[in-house]
């Protein structure tokens, strides 16, 4: 079992659609980063948190420390939203990535 | 400003060959990260450098592996006797602070894609 999980492992949508992206993880965690890489593989740091909820236009992120459990959502999602979006976690002095999730949205 | 930059933007060597890869961070971030993607894989840490601290070395996959940081600011990422796993996007970040717990926002350089023959 990897120590941080994504879910769903793809996610096809339609323009418009409210998304939700899953990310749980098994260990004690310092912060949690939510990124982007784009079909070019440029990778952008969109969040990153430790407690709470944070927003950014139309992303916005979540995490639940007892849970163990984080989530971004895109609300009125756009083609121009597609890419891959990974969660990586801190811990200790480790950096563990999960093996993110590829969002497609179709116009 | 400018932000992170790499380079080469790609390398294509021989098995066992050495090579190097460069990391020019955001000028006055103190914090460093090399990371690697292999093809259909997630990204994996390498090493992680903060001011003139130690580096966390933790994350390099073999002692053919070695990185270091020069003045504060460019790094060098040298793989030697290069293999065909060794394949693969080899990403830079650095952040403004960094602390031993990551836990600043990190800016990507766009890589270098390293093909082993």
């Known amino acids: 079992k990897n120590e941080v999980e994504q879910s769903p492992q793809n996610l096809t949508a339609q323009e418009g659609e409210f998304i939700t992206i899953n990310c749980s993880y098994s260990?004690?965690?310092?912060?949690l980063h939510w990124l982007q890489q784009h079909p070019g593989g440029g990778i952008v740091s969109l969040f990153m948190l430790s407690s709470g909820k944070k927003k950014h236009g139309r992303l916005i992120a979540t995490i639940n420390i007892q849970e163990k459990h984080s989530s971004l959502h895109i609300t009125a999602s756009h083609p121009r939203d597609s890419a891959v979006y990974i969660c990586?976690?801190?811990?200790?002095?480790?950096?563990?990535f999960g093996e993110g999730t590829q969002l497609t949205v179709n116009p | 400003g400018a932000g992170v930059s790499q380079s080469p933007s790609n390398k294509v060597t021989e098995k066992g060959k050495d090579v190097e890869l460069r990391c020019d961070p955001i000028s006055g971030h103190t914090a460093l990260y090399w990371y690697r993607q292999s093809l259909g894989q997630g990204l994996e840490f390498l090493i992680y450098f903060q001011g003139n601290s130690a580096p966390d070395k933790s994350g390099l996959p073999s002692d053919r592996f070695s990185a270091e940081r020069t003045g504060g600011s460019v790094s060098t990422l040298t793989i030697q006797r290069t293999q065909q796993e060794d394949s693969a996007v080899y990403l830079c970040?650095?952040?403004?602070?960094?602390?031993?717990?990551?836990?600043?926002?990190?800016?990507f350089g766009p890589g270098t894609r390293l093909t082993v023959l």
């Open positions: 990586a976690c801190t811990s200790g002095s480790r950096l563990t």
């Open positions: 260990v004690g965690i310092s912060a």
């Open positions: 970040a650095s952040s403004r602070q960094g602390g031993a717990f990551y836990t600043d926002t990190q800016y």
